[in-house]
């Protein structure tokens, strides 16, 4: 049984970056940990944690003065925190908010190799690291999956169930319907996200490209029709896997999601009044090149990939210059 499932995960595949595009050292001065080749900034902090599973993983907090909340970011495939890092800096300060990125086993410069329990160690440590080293509490964190790094996210929301929001960029389905058009699921899938998103109560953003050439936007579409909570999700007309980042509707969505669910009572105090009904997070799908339409079964359909070109001239760049290959050598 065991061998199947490992099967699976090595179809499906992990690509950390070789070498890294980052090495850790300690400064002489202070003793604190940095990444090279970055230099020291007063508002973010290095880590090494040890998770459950015997690894150890890197970490990077990004602090911001005025933040109400915390981004736990879980990237894609084929990426570290070196070539995470500019990205990470740019959400805390455009979104106000502080973030925490980490490197899955065998990521990076992490300890041991990366496979589907223990990217859910990993994410379990760092959680940990927010509580503890610097008092988050449930109510005050957003997850941030993209692509695999929509797994371990779910799983963590699975473990705690007062978070306060959920992000998924470009998600999967599970592991094998990233490779294989199945109907339904088979035990030796891996990140089975469409059974764990329906007992998912928090708001959840969904952000796909529609030209995505990766993981087809069929995926976050699916994903966004069995949300509990659905936020107003943004399908970027033409973007691919790695470059949504560059669209600049996707920071303006992003922080007006972010800004919504801050205004909102936390779950554990409204949870004494009964049962969240539907709220100004639920609204209908929404294509941002398109008129609004209702949710139908035919939004599911995202194979047409005959689509108008965009002018990416007056886009800011902020894309990372990786590229998450999940599934893309199968």
Not at 24 to 34: F, S
Not at 208 to 225: F, I, N
Not at 300 to 323: A, N, Y
Request: aromatic residues 8%.
């Amino acid at each position: 049984m065991g061998g199947v499932t490992s099967s699976v995960a090595a179809k499906f595949a992990f690509f950390p970056p070789s070498p890294p595009s980052y090495k850790v050292v300690t400064d002489e001065l202070t003793g604190l940990l940095l990444l090279a080749p970055f230099p020291h900034r007063e508002n973010v902090e290095i880590h090494k944690l040890q998770t459950r599973r015997g690894t150890e993983i890197m970490a990077m907090y990004v602090r911001h003065p005025m933040a109400i909340s915390t981004l736990l970011y879980s990237h894609g495939n084929a990426t570290d925190l070196g070539q995470m890092y500019k990205l990470f800096i740019e959400l805390g300060i455009h979104l106000k908010v502080n973030l925490m990125g980490y490197d899955y086993s065998g990521y990076g410069q992490s300890t041991g190799k990366p496979s589907e329990h223990n990217t859910y160690a990993d994410i379990e440590a760092v959680y940990k690291c927010l509580e503890e080293t610097y008092g988050s509490k449930q109510e005050d964190v957003i997850l941030y999956g993209q692509s695999v790094g929509s797994g371990p996210t779910l799983h963590l929301d699975s473990q705690f169930p007062l978070l306060r929001a959920i992000v998924l960029h470009s998600p999967i389905l599970s592991g094998l319907r990233v490779m294989y058009a199945v109907k339904k699921t088979y035990w030796f899938d891996i990140y089975k996200n469409i059974d764990k998103i329906p007992y998912v109560d928090c708001p959840v953003l969904i952000i796909h490209g529609t030209s995505d050439e990766v993981v087809d936007c069929c995926h976050g579409k699916q994903l966004w029709e069995l949300c509990k909570d659905k936020y107003e999700p943004l399908w970027v007309e033409g973007g691919n896997h790695c470059d949504l980042e560059q669209y600049p509707e996707y920071m303006r969505h992003l922080k007006q999601f972010i800004t919504t669910v801050e205004r909102l009572p936390s779950r554990s105090s409204s949870s004494s009044g009964g049962v969240r009904d539907d709220g100004p997070t639920r609204r209908r799908s929404v294509d941002r090149r398109e008129k609004p339409r209702q949710s139908t079964a035919r939004s599911l359909d995202c194979h047409d990939k005959t689509r108008k070109s965009i002018d990416h001239s007056h886009q800011v760049e902020r894309g990372r210059k990786s590229v998450d290959r999940v599934g893309s050598e199968l």
